[in-house]
């Protein structure tokens, strides 16, 4: 079962990598007695160890070593605990889907813990022994919000509609939780396209990419300036710490990238 457990979280960090902080020192002493070192317990895969050192954060073989501390797991025992933070559109819907087949594949019995709409998480046990081995939070909201709790240790994958910004990274560098734009560090699942739509009952069937900045810059405000009729363009564009709005604001309108 180790293997499977192991198996399953590599699976899902799929969007994002990170560590998880608790405020607790442990030592980690290889088997041969060769190696010790001390640092801030981060986190363990169910094969690896990860602390935060005076020399950066080190991850280590979990066969290789002891962990002594309050803050040790019990590798026998291990729980795969993952948070996702983010965007809604990917963690209503993609990443439930993707935790529910893998564990009506697997056989395992999945349960599913609302606190709300926007917070809410999956519980995974062996359907023989009831033993739990996987835990999936989930934290809704933004893209925006998803790159923060990444880099304040909040979450360990942060689900996001668009790429991270250049001050996202160096905050992240900052926080010590590395360059996630380094290979590895993110995936991307797919590919949206961006569509202006207007009312069925609008004759106008086509603008061009200027003249939709224009109207979002306000230039222009009635349909009538680009061939169709004499009325004003009401604007709707969602809220701006959406990863699409961002997108569509940066590339579209060529604003700078958010902050």
């Known amino acids: 079962m180790t293997h499977l457990r192991a198996a399953f979280f590599a699976a899902l960090l799929m969007t994002a990598s990170a560590t998880q902080a608790v405020s607790a020192d442990v030592t980690l002493s290889s088997r041969d007695g060769e190696l010790e070192v001390t640092g801030a317990y981060l986190g363990f895969d169910g094969e690896f160890y990860r602390i935060r050192t005076d020399y950066g954060t080190l991850t280590l073989d979990g066969s290789r070593m002891i962990c002594l501390g309050q803050a040790c797991p019990d590798p026998d025992n291990f729980v795969a605990e993952v948070t996702f933070s983010g965007a809604r ?10 935790i529910e087949t893998f564990a009506t594949r697997n056989g395992l019995r999945i349960a599913r813990l609302i606190t709300d709409d926007l917070n809410f998480a999956y519980e995974l046990a062996e359907r023989d022994t009831q033993r739990v081995v996987g835990r999936f939070a989930f934290r809704l909201g933004t893209s925006d919000q998803g790159f923060t709790d990444l880099i304040a240790d909040r979450a360990d994958i942060a689900l996001s509609l668009r790429e991270i910004t250049a001050a996202e990274n160096a905050a992240s ?17 797919g590919l949206d396209a961006l569509l202006p ?13 200027s003249q939709l900045k224009a109207i979002f810059e306000g230039r222009i405000d009635n349909w009538k300036a680009i061939g169709g009729v004499d009325a004003p363009i009401t604007l709707h564009l969602r809220d701006e710490g959406s990863g699409q709005a961002q997108a569509f604001l940066r590339r579209v309108m060529g604003r700078a990238t958010p902050k």
């Open 89 to 98: 559109a990917l963690g209503e819907t993609l990443m439930p889907a993707l």
């Open 173 to 189: 560098k900052a926080a010590a939780v590395g360059d996630l734009t380094q290979r590895g560090r993110s995936r991307i699942l």
């Open 197 to 209: 739509l207007t009312s069925v009952a609008n004759p106008l069937r086509e603008i061009s990419l």
